[in-house]
T-cell receptor, first 111, second 115 residues
Framework: SQQGEEDPQALSIQEGENATMNCSYK?????LQWYRQNSGRGLVHLIL?????REKHSGRLRVTLDTSKKSSSLLITASRAADTASYFC???????????FGKGTRLSVIA | DTEVTQTPKHLVMGMTNKKSLKCEQH?????MYWYKQKAKKPPELMFV???????INESVPSRFSPECPNSSLLNLHLHALQPEDSALYLC??????????????FGPGTRLTVT
């Protein structure tokens, strides 16, 4: 299956700590995206990392991609209670195949 | 305007009802999507429209009927649904392009309950 598998499934941390979520996938991909979803709401795009990139930053977010290990990680630094959400990685095979979302990590940041 | 709107926010319908979900965007996006999401699961793609034409149907039962009347609107017509169809239905839009390269913008969803 192309679908990514996030790890851990759930993560609970204190405000101010860093949160790391991992995504592993099974097939070769061109690019990988990360999305955030607050409870019962729509998804919000966070970052896209291309297959020829190894690391990308956006504010407090740092994403890495290791195509040899078929894995990506999302690091949120100095977490805030507002970061509490589910985080999904999403991948698409080459060509015009649709985006497929991983199973997600539920992050709880406790104030 | 980077917003995708969906109506209604909540919908309760019986198995014999006919209802419609609506989605609207004014970002000039020519690709629009319907997803179904069960609790604690990822969104699952149902349909993709590209330039107002249905380009992907992920083997969705015929009791779900999509419609794209113009480049800003996307509807999902519901008829004779089953209780297992209860879920959050998400609409999204994006520029047309390779799926891995385009950012999708999501609406807040319609929470559907089938009784």
């Amino acid at each position: 299956s192309q679908q990514g598998e996030e790890d851990p499934q759930a993560l609970s941390i204190q405000e101010g700590e860093n949160a790391t979520m991992n995504c592993s996938y099974k097939t070769s991909i061109n690019n990988l995206q990360w999305y955030r979803q607050n409870s019962g709401r729509g998804l919000v795009h966070l970052i896209l990392i291309r297959s020829n990139e190894r690391e990308k930053h956006s504010g407090r977010l740092r994403v890495t991609l290791d195509t040899s290990k078929k894995s990506s990680s999302l690091l949120i630094t100095a977490s805030r209670a507002a970061d509490t959400a589910s985080y999904f990685c999403a991948t698409a095979l080459s060509g015009n195949t649709p985006l497929v979302f991983g199973k997600g990590t539920r992050l709880s940041v406790i104030a | 305007d980077t917003e995708v709107t969906q109506t209604p926010k909540h919908l309760v319908m019986g198995m014999t009802n006919k209802k419609s979900l609506k989605c609207e965007q004014h970002m000039g996006h020519r690709a629009m999507y319907w997803y179904k999401q069960k609790a604690k699961k990822p969104p699952e793609l149902m349909f993709v429209y590209s330039y107002e034409k249905l380009s992907i149907n992920e083997s969705v039962p015929s009791r779900f009927s999509p419609e794209c009347p113009n480049s800003s609107l996307l509807n999902l017509h519901l008829h004779a649904l089953q209780p297992e169809d209860s879920a959050l239905y998400l609409c999204a839009s994006s520029q047309v392009g390779l799926a891995g390269l385009v950012e999708q913008y999501f609406g807040p969803g319609t929470r559907l309950t089938v009784t």
